[in-house]
């Protein structure tokens, strides 16, 4: 098992090229944005605020970017061990797995 780093996932930029592939894509739940967002679940719980929005995509958890106080996603992949999130921002169609470190958009 490769050793899992603190990258901090950012969008991918415009003509980039993802050089390698998700191997977890067997672990992907959930698909869809839930249809209103209050903002990251854990933050809430604290009163602590956040830059960007991810959502688990095993379980649906909605967690704070890497760019956040808390990084709260991130915080969830190392508890749950649930490999993928997706970026719940606006605009925004990309998936990232912290496992294999790689971008992609299903």
């Known amino acids: 098992m490769r050793e899992v780093s603190d990258a901090k996932p950012r969008a991918p930029v415009a003509g980039s090229a993802v050089s390698e592939v998700c191997t977890h894509l067997d672990s992907i739940e959930v698909r869809e944005l839930p249809p209103a967002i209050p903002g990251c679940e854990d933050c809430l719980a604290i009163g602590a605020s956040w830059v960007q929005l991810r959502m688990c995509q095993s379980c649906g ?3 704070c970017c890497d760019s956040s106080p808390n990084r ?3 915080a969830h992949f190392r508890a749950a061990g649930h490999p993928i999130v997706k ?3 606006p ?3 990309w998936s990232w797995c912290y496992v294999d470190e790689v971008f992609f958009a299903i």
């Open 91 to 93: 605009g925004e169609d």
């Open 72 to 74: 709260h996603a991130s």
């Open 87 to 89: 970026s719940a921002e």
């Open 61 to 63: 958890r909605i967690g």
